[in-house]
């Protein structure tokens, strides 16, 4: 198959697709890789590695569109890039569609076969094409914050760590699933008060055994959310629900009572993001002020760290892309059924539940489609 690799261009989106140790990897299948001119720079790859691993360099985005029978990218198509979709053409990359609901009709519209790296499974029920990215943005997630919490960045003027003769910061994390995992473990490692989130009692207990006494774990039904928001300095909201938009957690009274200078970062952007009044932001203007609260709502947190996060991303979608190109869609799908829950759109139709149910879609099954 020819498999196409365009430059990614949502702001500051750094990542690629491919790395040039899987562009050989493919090539050596016989399969014929094209991608964009410096798609990869940024990630420190340029292009003659890529021509080293066989793949070919191209300079326009729409000649890799218009000459591939699979589009691998990290982020969302943006509107000028689903434009260029063809029909039947498959689409293999991170799509959020539960809070994207113009993205959702462009595809649908396209008649493309779009899978999305965050709801492909696996045999126990998780995610490991969303888990290392998770786990990047867990990571990033308690450095951001940590920053935002500096004087010179509107924070409350403390270091999370503390010092001595100084408390450290009061860190609470919502939800214990691999971005609050993550997250725990920088800011453990910074030595701040913790406390862990989380509707699971057995995934409180396991949080309990990896990290002792350097966490408080809280069961959510158990817990004054509101009251425990207001004493910290740094809210972590790591929610997810897969394939869905993330449910809104803390509303806009909790934030009210938050401390002058508390810092929120919201992984759930991707899907909506669990905090009332958060709104997606960038790498370039990362934060706003709501009551006097920090915001970090960065939508593409592992685009800042780009060659962590491409080298993690490909070593979990290539044997899936492997698959995909050497089999084709039909028979890469019906034989491994974690692989067709990515199937989130398929010619004109939505193939993923939580998708169809909030923007009001017909939902089909994809078996019913594809078989």
């Given at each position: 198959m020819r498999i196409g690799v365009p430059?990614?261009?949502?702001?500051q989106e750094n990542r690629i697709?491919?790395?040039?140790?899987?562009?050989?990897?493919?090539?050596?299948?016989?399969?014929?890789?094209?991608?964009?001119?410096?798609?990869?720079?940024?990630?420190g790859?340029?292009?003659e590695q890529y021509k080293n691993s066989g793949a070919k360099i191209v300079s326009k985005a729409e000649d890799i569109f218009n000459d591939s029978e699979i589009i691998v990218k990290v982020k969302e198509p943006?509107?000028?890039?689903?434009?260029m979709i063809r029909e039947n053409q498959i689409i293999f990359t991170y799509l959020h569609l539960?809070?994207?609901?113009?993205?959702?009709?462009?595809?649908?519209?396209?008649?493309a076969i779009c899978i999305a790296y965050?709801?492909?499974?696996?045999?126990?029920?998780?995610?490991?094409?969303?888990?290392?990215?998770?786990?990047?943005?867990?990571?990033?997630?308690?450095?951001?914050?940590?920053?935002?919490?500096?004087?010179?960045?509107?924070?409350?003027?403390i270091l999370l760590g503390g010092a001595p003769g100084g408390e450290p910061g009061n860190v609470v994390i919502l939800g214990g699933g691999v971005v609050g995992e993550n997250a725990a473990i920088i800011a453990t490692g910074m030595r701040a008060k913790v406390h862990i989130?989380?509707?699971?009692?057995?995934?409180?207990?396991e949080l309990k055994e990896i990290f002792g006494n350097k966490i408080i774990p809280q069961l959510s039904s158990e817990t004054d959310l509101e009251k425990l928001i207001s004493k910290c300095d740094l809210l972590v909201g790591g929610v997810l629900v897969p394939g869905a938009e993330a449910p809104k957690l803390v509303t806009k009274k909790m934030i009210k009572k938050m401390k002058r200078g508390s810092v929120i970062v919201d992984v759930a952007i991707d899907q909506g993001g669990c905090v009332e009044t958060s709104k997606p932001t960038t790498h370039a203007n990362p934060t706003y002020i709501i009551d006097d609260v920090v915001h970090y709502c960065v939508a593409n947190m592992p685009g800042g760290v780009p060659r962590t996060s491409t080298l993690a991303l490909n070593k979990v979608t290539l044997p899936f892309l492997s698959k995909l190109a050497k089999e084709g869609v039909k028979k890469a799908l019906t034989s491994d059924s974690n692989f067709m829950a990515g199937l989130n759109v398929y010619k004109g139709n939505v193939t993923y539940k939580a998708v169809a149910e909030v923007f009001g879609y017909k939902y089909i099954s994809p078996n019913d489609l594809i078989n």
């Open positions: 430059k990614e261009i949502k702001p697709g491919l790395t040039p140790e899987s562009v050989k990897a493919l090539t050596s299948e016989g399969h014929e890789v094209l991608v964009e001119n410096n798609g990869g720079y940024e990630a790859f340029d292009d943006l509107t000028n890039e689903i434009k539960a809070a994207a609901k113009e993205l959702t009709e462009g595809l649908v519209k396209s008649k965050e709801t492909i499974t696996d045999k126990n029920g998780r995610l490991p094409l969303l888990a290392p990215m998770s786990a990047v943005a867990g990571r990033m997630s308690v450095q951001a914050g940590a920053h935002c919490l500096e004087k010179n960045q509107k924070g409350r003027g989130v989380d509707k699971s009692k057995e995934r409180l207990k």
